[in-house]
């Protein structure tokens, strides 16, 4: 029996098989595996994503939203710790909608936010989520609306910005 798997395995390994990638984040964030990466992986990251636009339908996952959790995916299936992956998303703008706790995303698109459960993986990740205010003022989203996790700055200006001179890159895939 002991042969058997043995040779088995020489066998998948021969026929181009490969691992099974290691996720954080669960259905979300797909990626695929690189073989003969040449550009070397930092073993520390600091970013924070930009994130303003959101897709038409109210029914689908935003895709900037999606995008963090493919980095967070890729990065720790290459061997970064997650402790070695800060994060930060700053929601804005028409993405505004989609940090909404499904009661109230209900109320204004009649269904349930399909960014909640991507959310709430992400945030017991240590990705932090700020939201502008000023998107929320003049949206009139009001603070029992929005997801509890979710941290309000006065703007995203000021959130990109202070985040910025800490030390974190700015990602932008709008």
Same mark, same amino acid.
């Given at each position: 029996?002991?042969?058997?798997?043995?040779?088995?395995?020489?066998?998948?390994?021969?026929?181009?098989?490969?691992?099974?990638?290691?996720?954080?984040?669960?259905?979300?964030?797909?990626?695929?595996?690189?073989?003969?990466?040449?550009?070397?992986?930092?073993?520390?990251?600091?970013?924070?994503?930009?994130?303003? #636009?959101?897709?038409?339908?109210?029914?689908?996952?935003?895709?900037?939203?999606?995008?963090?959790?493919?980095?967070?995916?890729?990065?720790?299936?290459?061997?970064?710790?997650?402790?070695?992956?800060?994060?930060?998303?700053?929601?804005?703008?028409?993405?505004?909608?989609?940090?909404?706790?499904?009661?109230?995303?209900?109320?204004?698109?009649?269904?349930?936010?399909?960014?909640? $459960?991507?959310?709430?993986?992400?945030?017991?990740?240590?990705?932090?989520?700020?939201?502008?205010?000023? #998107?929320?003022?003049?949206?009139?989203?009001?603070?029992? $609306?929005?997801? *509890?996790?979710? *941290?309000?700055?006065?703007?995203?200006?000021?959130?990109?910005?202070?985040?910025?001179?800490?030390?974190?890159?700015?990602?932008?895939?709008?």
């Amino acid at each position: 029996m002991k042969h058997i798997l043995i040779t088995l395995s020489l066998l998948l390994a021969f026929n181009g098989y490969t691992k099974e990638p290691k996720r954080l984040i669960k259905n979300y964030g797909n990626f695929k595996q690189v073989s003969n990466i040449e550009f070397e992986i930092p073993k520390r990251f600091k970013a924070v994503f930009d994130v303003y #636009t959101s897709n038409d339908d109210k029914e689908k996952v935003n895709g900037g939203i999606n995008t963090v959790a493919r980095y967070l995916n890729m990065h720790y299936d290459a061997g970064v710790k997650l402790k070695n992956i800060k994060t930060a998303i700053v929601i804005h703008g028409a993405a505004g909608k989609d940090i909404l706790k499904n009661s109230a995303y209900n109320k204004y698109y009649e269904t349930d936010n399909p960014n909640a $459960e991507l959310l709430k993986q992400l945030h017991d990740n240590g990705v932090r989520i700020i939201f502008c205010g000023q #998107t929320g003022e003049f949206r009139s989203y009001e603070r029992d $609306e929005i997801v *509890d996790f979710v *941290d309000i700055s006065l703007s995203a200006i000021t959130a990109l910005l202070s985040l910025q001179s800490q030390g974190y890159g700015l990602i932008n895939f709008n």
